[in-house]
Protein backbone atom coordinates (compact mmCIF):
# COMPACT_ATOMS: atom_id res chain seq x y z
CA UNK A 1 0.00 0.00 0.00
CA UNK A 2 1.36 3.39 -0.95
CA UNK A 3 -0.09 6.70 1.18
CA UNK A 4 0.14 9.96 -0.25
CA UNK A 5 0.16 12.78 2.35
CA UNK A 6 -2.61 15.42 1.41
CA UNK A 7 -3.14 18.87 3.17
CA UNK A 8 -4.48 18.84 6.16
CA UNK A 9 -7.06 15.60 6.64
CA UNK A 10 -6.45 14.66 3.57
CA UNK A 11 -4.50 10.73 2.45
CA UNK A 12 -4.88 8.68 -0.77
CA UNK A 13 -4.23 5.19 -0.62
CA UNK A 14 -3.00 3.09 -3.45
CA UNK A 15 -2.46 -0.67 -3.90
CA UNK A 16 -3.15 -2.44 -7.15
CA UNK A 17 -3.66 0.26 -9.32
CA UNK A 18 -6.58 1.78 -7.22
CA UNK A 19 -7.00 4.44 -4.77
CA UNK A 20 -9.03 5.01 -1.77
CA UNK A 21 -9.34 8.97 -0.65
CA UNK A 22 -10.34 9.71 3.01
CA UNK A 23 -11.39 13.17 4.00
CA UNK A 24 -10.77 15.20 1.20
CA UNK A 25 -11.90 18.78 2.67
CA UNK A 26 -11.90 22.37 1.98
CA UNK A 27 -8.44 22.78 3.99
CA UNK A 28 -6.83 20.17 1.57
CA UNK A 29 -6.13 20.49 -2.53
CA UNK A 30 -9.08 20.96 -5.07
CA UNK A 31 -8.49 17.91 -7.03
CA UNK A 32 -7.81 15.70 -3.46
CA UNK A 33 -10.47 12.96 -4.86
CA UNK A 34 -9.99 13.51 -8.15
CA UNK A 35 -9.09 9.95 -9.59
CA UNK A 36 -10.35 8.20 -6.46
CA UNK A 37 -12.09 4.85 -7.09
CA UNK A 38 -13.62 5.19 -3.58
CA UNK A 39 -13.71 8.16 -0.71
CA UNK A 40 -14.26 7.81 2.81
CA UNK A 41 -15.30 10.63 5.00
CA UNK A 42 -15.44 10.60 8.62
CA UNK A 43 -17.80 13.24 9.26
CA UNK A 44 -19.47 16.69 7.81
CA UNK A 45 -17.45 18.76 8.64
CA UNK A 46 -15.82 21.52 5.82
CA UNK A 47 -12.12 20.61 6.57
CA UNK A 48 -13.08 16.96 6.02
CA UNK A 49 -16.19 17.30 3.94
CA UNK A 50 -16.47 19.49 0.59
CA UNK A 51 -19.59 18.71 -1.21
CA UNK A 52 -18.13 20.49 -4.00
CA UNK A 53 -15.52 18.94 -4.95
CA UNK A 54 -16.27 15.47 -3.79
CA UNK A 55 -19.27 15.89 -6.56
CA UNK A 56 -16.65 16.72 -8.64
CA UNK A 57 -14.67 13.52 -8.24
CA UNK A 58 -18.08 11.54 -8.52
CA UNK A 59 -18.97 13.25 -11.83
CA UNK A 60 -15.51 12.40 -13.14
CA UNK A 61 -15.67 9.34 -12.27
CA UNK A 62 -18.99 6.94 -12.57
CA UNK A 63 -17.78 3.97 -11.02
CA UNK A 64 -16.50 5.67 -7.40
CA UNK A 65 -18.54 5.51 -4.78
CA UNK A 66 -18.36 6.96 -1.60
CA UNK A 67 -18.61 5.45 2.07
CA UNK A 68 -19.65 8.00 5.29
CA UNK A 69 -21.84 8.62 7.93
CA UNK A 70 -25.57 9.67 7.26
CA UNK A 71 -24.97 13.43 7.74
CA UNK A 72 -22.78 13.45 4.47
CA UNK A 73 -24.32 10.63 2.83
CA UNK A 74 -27.37 12.36 2.83
CA UNK A 75 -26.12 15.50 0.55
CA UNK A 76 -24.87 13.14 -1.75
CA UNK A 77 -27.26 10.24 -2.45
CA UNK A 78 -29.94 11.64 -4.43
CA UNK A 79 -27.88 12.68 -7.02
CA UNK A 80 -25.60 9.37 -7.02
CA UNK A 81 -27.95 7.18 -6.67
CA UNK A 82 -26.35 3.83 -5.13
CA UNK A 83 -23.00 5.10 -5.25
CA UNK A 84 -22.88 6.50 -1.57
CA UNK A 85 -22.74 4.12 1.22
CA UNK A 86 -24.36 4.59 4.76
CA UNK A 87 -21.85 3.45 7.78
CA UNK A 88 -21.99 3.42 11.53
CA UNK A 89 -19.59 1.74 14.41
CA UNK A 90 -18.84 -1.82 14.03
CA UNK A 91 -19.68 -2.07 9.95
CA UNK A 92 -16.69 -3.71 7.75
CA UNK A 93 -16.94 -3.30 3.70
CA UNK A 94 -14.42 -3.57 0.59
CA UNK A 95 -14.21 -0.15 -1.16
CA UNK A 96 -11.96 -0.31 -4.21
CA UNK A 97 -10.03 -3.59 -3.27
CA UNK A 98 -9.54 -2.01 0.50
CA UNK A 99 -10.97 -3.63 3.67
CA UNK A 100 -12.31 -1.29 5.94
CA UNK A 101 -13.47 -1.35 9.54
CA UNK A 102 -15.57 1.46 10.83
CA UNK A 103 -14.70 2.73 14.64
CA UNK A 104 -16.31 5.29 16.60
CA UNK A 105 -19.10 7.27 17.22
CA UNK A 106 -18.49 10.68 18.27
CA UNK A 107 -16.73 13.82 17.35
CA UNK A 108 -14.79 14.67 20.44
CA UNK A 109 -16.19 17.51 22.72
CA UNK A 110 -14.49 20.88 21.29
CA UNK A 111 -16.76 22.69 24.51
CA UNK A 112 -19.31 21.87 26.32
CA UNK A 113 -21.62 24.45 24.93
CA UNK A 114 -20.88 23.35 20.92
CA UNK A 115 -23.42 19.88 20.26
CA UNK A 116 -21.22 16.78 19.60
CA UNK A 117 -21.89 15.44 15.84
CA UNK A 118 -21.69 11.66 15.03
CA UNK A 119 -17.98 11.25 13.61
CA UNK A 120 -16.66 7.65 12.41
CA UNK A 121 -13.19 6.07 11.74
CA UNK A 122 -11.93 3.87 9.25
CA UNK A 123 -9.15 0.90 10.05
CA UNK A 124 -7.66 0.12 6.21
CA UNK A 125 -6.64 -2.96 5.51
CA UNK A 126 -6.28 -3.84 9.18
CA UNK A 127 -3.12 -1.61 9.00
CA UNK A 128 -3.90 2.36 8.49
CA UNK A 129 -6.05 3.96 11.20
CA UNK A 130 -7.95 7.28 10.45
CA UNK A 131 -9.63 8.53 13.38
CA UNK A 132 -11.32 11.63 11.75
CA UNK A 133 -12.03 14.36 14.60
CA UNK A 134 -11.89 11.79 17.70
CA UNK A 135 -9.44 10.10 19.66
CA UNK A 136 -11.55 6.47 18.94
CA UNK A 137 -9.14 3.54 19.93
CA UNK A 138 -9.56 0.87 17.22
CA UNK A 139 -9.46 -1.72 19.81
CA UNK A 140 -7.10 -3.90 17.59
CA UNK A 141 -3.60 -3.62 16.52
CA UNK A 142 -2.80 -0.96 14.39
CA UNK A 143 0.60 -0.28 12.12
CA UNK A 144 -0.19 3.39 11.23
CA UNK A 145 -2.12 5.70 13.06
CA UNK A 146 -2.84 8.81 10.81
CA UNK A 147 -2.60 10.89 14.14
CA UNK A 148 -4.75 14.46 14.56
CA UNK A 149 -1.60 16.53 15.97
CA UNK A 150 -3.22 19.29 16.40
CA UNK A 151 -7.10 20.58 16.77
CA UNK A 152 -9.82 23.10 18.43
CA UNK A 153 -10.87 20.40 20.46
CA UNK A 154 -7.40 18.59 21.60
CA UNK A 155 -4.01 19.19 23.70
CA UNK A 156 -0.76 17.97 23.41
CA UNK A 157 -1.08 15.81 26.51
CA UNK A 158 -3.83 14.43 25.10
CA UNK A 159 -2.29 13.27 21.60
CA UNK A 160 0.27 11.95 23.57
CA UNK A 161 -1.94 9.53 25.53
CA UNK A 162 -3.44 8.73 22.73
CA UNK A 163 -1.02 7.90 20.46
CA UNK A 164 0.43 5.56 23.94
CA UNK A 165 -3.25 3.72 24.08
CA UNK A 166 -3.15 2.71 20.61
CA UNK A 167 -0.01 1.43 20.32
CA UNK A 168 0.83 2.07 16.80
CA UNK A 169 3.81 1.07 14.86
CA UNK A 170 4.22 4.52 13.59
CA UNK A 171 2.02 7.99 13.37
CA UNK A 172 1.89 10.10 10.60
CA UNK A 173 0.14 13.63 11.18
CA UNK A 174 -2.99 14.51 10.05
CA UNK A 175 -5.30 17.62 10.75
CA UNK A 176 -2.18 19.84 11.02
CA UNK A 177 -3.59 22.78 8.33
CA UNK A 178 -3.63 25.09 11.28
CA UNK A 179 -0.08 24.40 12.36
CA UNK A 180 2.53 27.10 11.42
CA UNK A 181 6.35 26.02 10.82
CA UNK A 182 7.20 27.02 14.52
CA UNK A 183 4.99 24.76 16.20
CA UNK A 184 5.36 21.75 14.23
CA UNK A 185 8.88 20.62 15.27
CA UNK A 186 7.06 21.69 19.14
CA UNK A 187 3.94 19.23 18.39
CA UNK A 188 6.07 16.27 16.68
CA UNK A 189 8.88 16.47 18.98
CA UNK A 190 6.45 15.47 22.05
CA UNK A 191 4.82 12.93 20.33
CA UNK A 192 7.73 11.52 18.98
CA UNK A 193 9.91 11.74 22.17
CA UNK A 194 7.29 10.31 24.63
CA UNK A 195 4.99 7.38 22.75
CA UNK A 196 7.52 5.23 21.88
CA UNK A 197 6.19 4.71 18.05
CA UNK A 198 7.77 6.15 15.16
CA UNK A 199 6.64 9.43 14.28
CA UNK A 200 6.96 10.80 10.50
CA UNK A 201 5.49 14.24 9.41
CA UNK A 202 4.84 14.31 5.90
CA UNK A 203 4.46 17.16 3.72
CA UNK A 204 2.00 17.62 1.61
CA UNK A 205 2.11 15.50 -2.11
CA UNK A 206 5.03 13.22 0.19
CA UNK A 207 4.36 9.58 -0.11
CA UNK A 208 5.82 6.55 1.28
CA UNK A 209 5.22 2.60 0.93
CA UNK A 210 3.21 0.64 4.03
Known amino acids: ?64 EVWTLRSVADALSAAFSGRVHTVGHGDAFTAAGFDVEVHGELHAVIHPDIPRITNVGFLVDGAVFHPGDALTVPGRPVETLLLPIMAPWSKVSEVIDYVREVKPVRTIDVHDALLTGLARPVYGGHVGRLTGADHEPLEPGAARDL
Do not use: Q
Not at 26 to 32: G, L, P, R, T, V
Not at 40 to 61: I, K, S
Open 1 to 64: MRLTKKSHACVRLEKDGRTLVVDPGAFSESDAALGADAVLVTHEHPDHFEEGRLRAALEANPAA
